[in-house]
């Protein structure tokens, strides 16, 4: 029991995040009056599966130390996917932390609606508002937009590329102000 705490130290209490994210409004970005988030039109499934690096995110305090984060998303028999979660803490050569979640699709239409469970029995929203058609970048929210994540297939990203999803970012609504970048 210890060692499944200890992994779930990376992320603090999941189940405290949960409940907070539950009540909506109680993390670190203000809500804003956007339009309703849209997602992708589709996603296979397939092509997503894989490893991801972290590229820039909205802090939030279950990431809180964390350098180096990754994200390695599994389907398994059942259909579920597994997703596991890590990063150093404190630096680059920190200790290795992790996070073992499930996902299920939310939305069969296009695959961009997921609901991630790290404790049970409270799921949070993962939604993929854009992709690259070769797979190679992601960007992940919420329907609220207080979470937000630039995801890669590779521990970097091209500056222009970069700056063009920060502007497709802002034009969902979101306020750059808060994205930070994540030291890999």
Known sequence: M?????KLSKFGSLCFFVVLYLMNGCASVPKNASPELQVVPYVNIERYLGKWYEIALYPNWFEEGCFSSTAFYEKLK???????????MHGPNGELNEAI????????????????QFFWP????????DLDKEYQYAIVSEPNRQYLWILSRSPSLDTQVLEALKEKISSKGFDLTYLKQTLQ
């Open 2 to 6: 210890n060692t499944h705490i200890k």
């Open 78 to 88: 059942d259909g579920r996917i597994k997703v596991t979660n890590r990063c150093r």
């Open 101 to 116: 979640g499930y996902a299920d699709i939310a939305d069969s239409k296009t695959n961009a609606k997921l609901k991630v």
């Open 122 to 129: 409270f799921k949070g929203n993962y939604w993929i508002i």
